[in-house]
């Protein structure tokens, strides 16, 4: 059995649930632990007792530790790419790939440690200096999802501790494999005890525990809408209340337009909607097509995808892997049943799919004459199903574009300067994407949305320091100039 870490140790409980691998249901990866309230309870007090040090540790201590972090993680990649595809189910090179990615996070956020930077300033009154500066925020909660199992984690993980935080990670109960093998480096590389600990387990524990602890100033999540809805609710509820980061889902439009280049358009549309199995927040489900283009794009769409190669994750040549588990298939199946049933055409895929070994295998699945009213074309399926809806023209799509409770990333394939501009500038999201996949960002800039797919300060980049950590504004009179300025009543 794996263990958690806990103040320092790795620490066995007398719970465990085995890691099966999507691909083949028959291959269990390991046993991992699963914590009690206790367990949770022991974590959140050793990093409240570490954190007084932590925070006023040496920076280049800490971008040491971030550093090794990063470069162990990248020398690593294809061993902990192989463990993220077999746990989670995407491609092996999807995989790899986000490896690398989580590996660069680290690196990036060693180096913040020693960009950090404050404002020293004049102050309108005579003799007085002002200093404004970030101080970490406390012990921090992170909650994180199972389709990213080590970029999402390694996104929260690094900020927290480059600003000076103390951690206490809960991954999802899907994919502990990779949160292990993360937490395992970050302990090589010589994190004090207490700063940095794993707790794996259910969220109705685990988390539960995260969120009532007064010990915990923060929590950042990433998950549901319903779940982050109850979070948002119990950290404002809260004595005192916790600061408050939450990541939500989308339900991410890809406009192309008649002057497109149908390539790149068909490209994105099916990148974004259907690699990594549609399992991503930023994927492109809606298609908002207008009428002069739209059935030349549905039938080079239809083509490419009857081409894609869905299997084992690990496989030589797979382009689609399975779905993640039972629950999520039987979700993306309901949705199909659902789409159908709303009087949408399914026009590909959709089918269940065997393979050499038993697994979650589902053909990705197009759905034609959708309107934007459909539930289909308004709740996050989060799998491999995707729809089209026609519209006359860019205005009209705009407007469909728009017209969703969820803000997270918008995209628009276009050869039209005039268009693409209006479109960055007038799409309701938080991440907007010119002939790109809606799917697909880069690790030094800020990620996340606006409406319901998002709340609180964006996530990565230098922008992460908006959540990890708090100002303070400091005034100095010198003594030496004189009498102290007087202070205004109204002040």
């Given amino acids: 059995m794996k263990p958690n870490y806990i103040a320092g140790e790795w620490a066995d409980t007398t719970h465990a649930a085995p890691n099966v691998n999507p691909s083949n249901t028959n291959d269990v990866i390991d046993e991992f632990a699963r914590a009690e309230a206790a367990d949770a ?34 020398a690593r990649k294809d061993e902990l790419g192989r463990l993220l595809s077999r746990e989670e189910g995407k491609t092996l090179p999807e ?19 020693l960009r950090m930077a404050g404002d020293k300033v004049p102050s309108v009154r005579p003799n007085v200096d002002v200093e404004i500066t970030r101080e970490p925020v406390g012990v921090v909660g992170l909650i994180t999802p199972w389709n990213f199992p080590i970029a999402i984690p390694a996104w929260k993980i690094a900020p ?40 794996m387990g259910r969220g109705s524990i685990v988390g539960e525990a995260l969120l009532n602890s007064p010990k915990v100033s923060a929590i950042s999540f990433t998950g549901s809408v319903p779940t982050g809805r109850r979070v948002a609710a119990t950290c404002i509820a809260a004595d005192p209340m916790k600061k408050l980061q939450l990541e939500m889902g989308g339900k991410n439009p890809m ?31 809606r298609l908002i097509v207008t009428e002069g283009v739209h059935d030349r794009f549905v039938d080079a769409l239809t083509e490419k995808m009857r081409g894609l ?65 459909m539930r289909i074309a308004r709740e996050e399926i989060f799998g491999p199903v995707a729809t089209v809806t026609r519209v006359r023209d860019y205005d009209e799509a705009l407007m469909v574009a728009n017209d969703t409770p969820f803000g997270l990333s918008s995209g628009i394939c276009t050869t039209s300067l005039k268009h693409a501009s209006h479109f960055k500038r007038n799409a309701e999201a938080g991440m907007v994407m010119v002939n790109l996949p ?32 708090t100002v303070k504004t400091a005034y100095t009179f010198d003594g030496n100039t004189g009498e102290p300025p007087k202070t205004r009543s109204s002040e």
Avoid at 46 to 66: E, T, V
Avoid at 270 to 279: D, E, I, K, L, Y
Avoid at 328 to 349: F, H, N, W
Wanted: net charge negative.
């Fill in 41 to 74: 309870e022991r974590a959140i007090a050793a990093a409240y007792g570490a954190f007084p040090a932590w925070s006023r540790s040496s920076i280049q201590k800490r971008h040491d530790i971030l550093k090794a972090v990063g470069d162990e993680i990248i």
């Fill in 95 to 113: 995989g790899v790939g986000e490896v690398v990615r989580a590996g660069q996070i680290f690196q990036f956020f060693a180096g913040e440690c």
């Fill in 160 to 199: 927290a501790l480059a600003y000076g935080n103390t951690v206490v990670f809960k991954p999802a109960e899907l994919v502990p494999g990779s949160a292990h093998a993360l937490s395992e480096i970050i302990v090589r590389a010589g994190v004090p005890a207490g700063v940095f600990n794993l707790v």
């Fill in 255 to 285: 406009v192309v337009l008649d002057d497109a280049d149908l390539n790149v358009a068909v490209d994105c549309a099916v990148n974004g909607a259907f690699f990594s199995t549609g399992q991503r927040c930023t994927a492109s489900s």
């Fill in 309 to 373: 190669v869905i299997d084992d994750a690990l496989k030589a040549g797979t382009q689609i892997g399975p779905v993640v588990d039972q629950n999520q298939l039987d979700q993306d199946l309901s949705y199909i049943r659902i789409g159908q049933d709303e009087g949408a055409k399914l026009v590909c895929g959709g089918e269940l799919l065997n393979r050499d070994n038993p697994g979650f295998y589902l053909a990705p699945a197009l759905f034609t004459d959708v309107d934007n009213a």
């Fill in 438 to 469: 809606t799917a697909g960002v880069d690790y030094h800039v800020p990620f996340g949305g606006r409406k319901g797919s998002s709340y609180g300060p964006r996530e990565q980049g230098r922008y992460a320091a908006e959540f990890y950590t």
